[in-house]
């Protein structure tokens, strides 16, 4: 494992917006690193064209540079621009050059999600609770206090990265101090706490036990102990505004080992379901490379061929791949609509179930002790304004609230239907023939014929990797749950 330091002389996270005015710290050739950002911003406006690592030393071009407005590859076009017009920057070989690293403008960085999380337990092990609103001086204090709790965190020492994202992330703290309110204002002196990103630690892994097949179904992000010897576990979710469209209850992938679905569905189709996917990507690939056939792909089988096939579908270009998953030929999100559909009433409460955890609290064969570990749902709210960080009191819900909603919408009148207004991938509008613009599949879960959740099966990232099920409450949901 990469120590601290190494860890923080690595990262991308300063920014060059503006090239007459670099921080003292970015090491380059003044004239030619001005020179390739305007070539840059002649091509695409973007804030922050170019990001430098933590020694100043050597410098990545942002990934909106990858693809042009066509969606060509112009990566090729841009470095031998580079090579011949400003060779003496120092950056990566290749592909290599291009990459968003952790930097924002203004507080609002591109970080892991886990930062948060990380940043909420850090803010709670300092025990105290904070006011709306703070200025950026005081938010800075306070981020370099919560990151001398960081090493305090059980867990944090999987991703020691985290840290250095700490820094001026003003949005995160906002949504960090809202959720750490909170959660004080429920345990009141917290001891420990604990990140369970990577790994449940042994003081809280009997909280976690397997459900339904479902691997962590416990689903906190933090587990907090107090002096009471009570532990707390919370599902963080985060906004920046109670205005604000309300984060995704679920966001987690459909197919693979770690798939939202076990549980829900057979072990027969899961399996199906991840074969016909492979079997989309052998048409794909057959469809776009002369070299291959779709027979010849679905024989590619051994290790070194899987491989390889990841490699074919990363190099083909996101509009091209857009309309392959909107072709009819995507056995996988015709399969997929089939088996979420197959008994909508069964799988609503299923996955309701799954939503929110309730079987925590219900589960026979390994029931939780809440007694000693008490469940909750909180959604902190916050995040930079002008040269304030407001916050706003968090959103929380606990486990016998949940089960209470969710008892009351499963004994309902539960359907799923395609969301109206919305076309499957491979759907046209059968009045204007169009193709679906979007290369997803929609669903909406009625209770008593009102619309309570929003679901999406969609791809977001790598195409090689499993699609993930998103799902999101509705204003009428949100109205029971109150």
């Known amino acids: 494992m990469l120590r601290f330091k190494e860890y923080l002389n690595e990262a991308f996270n300063i920014g060059i917006i503006d090239p007459d005015d670099v921080p003292d710290i970015v090491s380059q050739d003044a004239t030619q690193l001005k020179k390739l950002f305007n070539y840059l911003q002649g091509k695409?406006?973007?804030?922050?064209?170019?990001?430098?690592?933590?020694?100043?030393?050597?410098?990545?071009?942002?990934?909106?540079?990858?693809?042009?407005?066509?969606?060509?590859?112009?990566?090729?076009?841009?470095l031998k621009w580079v090579s011949e017009n400003t060779p003496d920057l120092r950056m990566p070989?290749?592909?290599?050059?291009f990459g968003n690293g952790t930097v924002g403008k203004a507080g609002k960085k591109r970080v892991n999600e886990n930062t948060q999380e990380m940043m909420v337990a850090a803010l709670c092990l300092l025990n105290k609770t904070w006011k709306s609103p703070m200025s950026l001086a005081d938010a800075i204090d306070l981020i370099n206090e919560a990151k001398g709790e960081f090493e305090n965190v059980e867990g944090s020492s999987a991703r020691p990265e985290?840290?250095?994202?700490?820094?001026?992330?003003?949005?995160?703290?906002?949504?960090?101090?809202?959720?750490?309110?909170?959660?004080?204002?429920?345990?009141?002196?917290?001891?420990?706490?604990?990140?369970?990103?990577?790994?449940?630690?042994?003081?809280i892994k009997s909280f976690n036990p397997p459900i339904g097949g479902v691997q962590n179904y416990n689903s906190s992000d933090i587990v907090v102990k107090g002096s009471n010897e009570i532990f707390y576990g919370y599902s963080l979710k985060k906004k920046g505004t109670k205005e604000s469209a309300d984060p995704t209850l679920i966001n987690k992938p459909i197919t693979g080992d770690k798939s939202v679905l076990k549980g829900i569905l057979t072990k027969e189709d899961l399996i199906k379901l991840n074969n016909m996917k492979m079997k989309f990507f052998d048409w794909v690939i057959g469809e776009h490379y002369s070299e291959y056939t779709f027979r010849q792909a679905q024989k590619m089988t051994g290790k070194a061929d899987l491989k390889k096939k990841n490699g074919l579908i990363r190099d083909i270009p996101l509009k091209t791949m857009g309309t392959?998953?909107?072709?009819?030929?995507n056995f996988f999100f015709k399969y997929a609509n089939t088996v979420l559909t197959n008994e909508p009433e069964e799988f609503c409460k299923r996955f309701m179930e799954l939503?929110?955890?309730?079987?925590?609290?219900?589960?026979?064969?390994?029931?939780?002790?809440?007694?000693?570990f008490k469940f909750f749902l909180l959604t902190g709210i916050g995040k930079k304004t002008g040269q304030e960080v407001i916050v706003e009191t968090a959103d929380v819900h606990d486990l016998p609230s949940a089960i209470t909603l969710v008892t009351r919408v499963n004994e309902s009148d539960l359907e799923m239907k395609k969301t109206i207004g919305k076309l499957?991938?491979?759907?046209?509008?059968p009045e204007t023939g169009k193709q679906?613009?979007?290369?997803?599949?929609?669903?909406?879960?009625?209770?008593?014929?009102?619309?309570?959740?929003?679901?999406?099966?969609?791809?977001?990232?790598?195409?090689t990797a499993n699609p993930q099920f998103q799902a999101v409450a509705t204003a009428k949901f949100k109205e029971l749950f109150k």
């Open 44 to 78: 695409l406006k973007v804030d922050i064209p170019l990001v430098s690592n933590h020694t100043g030393k050597e410098l990545k071009i942002v990934r909106d540079y990858e693809f042009d407005a066509s969606g060509k590859d112009i990566r090729d076009e841009i």
């Open 93 to 97: 070989k290749g592909n290599k050059a």
């Open 162 to 203: 985290l840290l250095d994202q700490f820094n001026d992330n003003f949005d995160d703290l906002g949504t960090a101090i809202s959720s750490a309110n909170a959660i004080i204002a429920e345990v009141g002196t917290i001891d420990k706490a604990y990140w369970t990103g990577k790994t449940w630690h042994t003081d």
């Open 324 to 329: 392959y998953l909107k072709s009819r030929k």
């Open 355 to 372: 939503l929110f955890r309730t079987k925590l609290g219900t589960d026979d064969k390994n029931p939780i002790n809440q007694n000693l």
């Open 424 to 429: 499957h991938a491979w759907e046209r509008d």
């Open 436 to 463: 679906s613009k979007a290369a997803k599949l929609f669903y909406t879960i009625f209770s008593d014929k009102v619309p309570i959740i929003d679901l999406q099966v969609r791809y977001k990232g790598s195409y």
